[in-house]
Each structure stands twice: as structure tokens, then as C-alpha cells.
């Protein structure tokens, strides 16, 4: 494990995927673990108060609530999705629920990163579908509020698309990884630490990941 500690973050992102694959049949089993306790968080469905605060702390999401606010196959339910997943922890499930293209540019560690530093946040709260909006080149802009007990709501966007015209939604920009990257890509960088701020190649790296996602949006947003 120590060994595993000290291997820079795209290693261990290689080996959390290549775990996923070894693990085979054995993934089926915890799945159906996990399906279970997930049918228990429906608990997390707690009232809204006037000012849009949860009257209590919400549990995570499961796929039935998901189910109950989205219609299948919409950007809706994809972006539910991929909160759903960075609530439980999946991190390789997120990135691969991102536009290819977006994960070439910015960076599968680097995604999966900013997400995993969300997650405790990301648990408690509780998402809403505000609005779906179609974009440019078949594009739908997903307007969300993550709802919480002890702050008004937050709103937050996904914009997804399709690719050769099948029917499964990848993300091509949201505003909760776009918020995000910056800090997380230039604390990736080696001499981050070297001084009071960010060195240069920090700076650098975290424009460039910045940079890619807004190319995205301005691209495919409405």
C-alpha cells in the first residue's frame, strides 16, 4: 500500500481502472451489494424548505430517485448520473462520462481528481433538475440546484452530447468541474510547492485545463 501511496496520481488512476477490469465477474457481485444499499439512501428524498434548504441531511442518491426526476435516455438522466457516481465514489464511471475528446485535453486523473475532492460535499447535497436547454450541434444544456440543509441552494450546469449519432449523452462541459480544475491541475504540478503561490508551470497547466473546458462550452453551448 505504501508503495501505491507514493505512485503519482494518472498511476493510480491506470490502476484503479485496471482493477475494475480484473476484477470481472466479482465487480457483478459488489455491484448488486451496492444496488442494495443504495435502495436505502431513498431516504435522502427530505423536504424542501421555502428558502430551498433541506429540512434534514440528505442520504446519497440512488438509481430509483434518479428514475423519478429524470425521463430515460435525456441529458437529464445523464447528468443525475454522473452525480450520482461522484457521490458514491466511482471515479473512473465519471470520467468515462465525459466527451473523449474533453478527457484527451484535460485529463482523466485530473478529472477524476477534481471530483474526488468533492465528494464529501457532493454527499450532502441533494440535486434538482431546473431546466434542459438545446444548445448548438445537437448539444442540451442541463440546469441543476444542489439543494442543502445548511446553505440556500447552488446552481450548477451540465452541457452534453451525443457522438455519431448514438444514443448515450457524454459531458462536454460542466461548471462544478470547470470551478474546480484550476486548483486541482496546478497542485498536480511537481515545483507547486516551492513557493507562497503557484510557480509558473502550475499557473501554466491550470490555464490550459481551464481553457479546454471553455473551448467545450463555447463550442457546444446555447
Known sequence: MAAVARLPTYAKYGLAVGALVLIGAGAVLVGNT???DHRGSERGRVGVTANGRLTSAPARMSPAIIASATKPGT???AAMKLLYWAQWGSLPTVVHAYDPSVV???GPS???DSWGQQQTSLQSMQPRVVDSVAG???AVTVTLEMLRQDSPPQ???MTLRRIGGKPRWYVVFD???YNSISNTVAADVI???TSENASPNAQRAASAAAASLRQAAVRFGG
Do not use: C, E, K
Open 34 to 36: 451496492v444496488g442494495d
Open 75 to 77: 441529458a437529464a438522466r
Open 104 to 106: 484527451a485535453r484535460v
Open 110 to 112: 485530473a478529472i477524476a
Open 136 to 138: 448548438r450541434r445537437g
Open 155 to 157: 446552481q450548477t450546469s
Open 175 to 177: 461548471t462544478m468541474l
Open 191 to 193: 515545483d507547486y510547492l
